[in-house]
């Protein structure tokens, strides 16, 4: 693709598919946040049915998806080996350091926490949901004659070493998207008038959303 084949075009790359996992990530949170609504999760299970069986989310929405992790962290991993091969020549000149931020400077390290919970969470849930629905052929969402994600959710939030994996992984998550979230808006060429509004909506996305999921994994360890 001749996008990928420039600095300029692999930035762009990066920033379109950062925008694209950030929108799952609010969706991701929107559905998840039910499961503390004083409902028995009856909302959740709700939500939780109708985008485990939908077709379009099924077959169009989730492919789309993993292509989309997959591609942000390929080419985060391209972008910090390309920046690194640089930096060898720029450090000489002046103190790296001193010129950017420390989650600039260890966007990889983070990337790679995220990318390892990114993996947990697979085992914890999306691999089971494929198995029951594509190996069993079980697509009714329930189990006993009630629906089964709740009681799911809340069984996996039992492990107070889970929890505590979910909880750090969060925090990295926020670190990341302090700088990833801001880097995306300069690569798309955000930087008008409007650039300290984005600033500021950047950091209350940045804090807020992975601040809820970590109440989200503490309101089910305690309240099991």
């Not at 690194?84 to 390290?109: D, F, L, P, Q």
């Not at 069984?155 to 700088?179: E, N, Q, T, W």
Request: glycine content about 8%.
């Amino acid at each position: 693709m001749g996008l990928l084949k420039s600095s300029i075009g692999r930035k762009f790359a990066m920033a379109l598919s950062a925008f694209f996992l950030m929108f799952f990530l609010l969706q991701h949170f929107a559905i998840n946040i039910t499961s503390i609504f004083p409902d028995n999760g009856a909302t959740f299970n709700k939500l939780s049915h109708f985008m485990g069986t939908n077709g379009l989310v099924q077959y169009v929405m989730q492919p789309i998806l993993i292509f989309g992790v997959v591609f942000h962290f390929v080419m985060g991993f391209i972008l910090e080996l390309k920046n690194n091969s640089a930096r060898k020549v720029s450090y000489a000149k002046n103190n790296g350091a001193a010129n950017s931020t420390w989650m600039s400077r260890n966007m990889i390290w983070s990337g790679l926490a995220i990318l390892a919970f990114v993996v947990l969470h697979f085992i914890d849930f999306w691999f089971p949901e494929i198995n029951t629905k594509f190996i069993q052929g079980d697509w009714s969402g329930l189990h006993d004659g009630e629906f089964r994600y709740f009681h799911e959710l809340q069984h996996k939030f039992l492990s107070p070493i889970r929890v505590g994996a979910y909880v750090v992984a969060f925090v990295f998550l926020a670190m990341h998207l302090l700088h990833g979230f801001n880097s995306a808006f300069q690569s798309v060429g955000a930087n008008n008038k409007y650039t300290k509004g984005l600033k500021t909506f950047s950091k209350i996305y940045a804090i807020g959303i992975p601040v809820g999921f970590i109440i989200i994994a503490l309101f089910h360890h305690f309240n099991h």
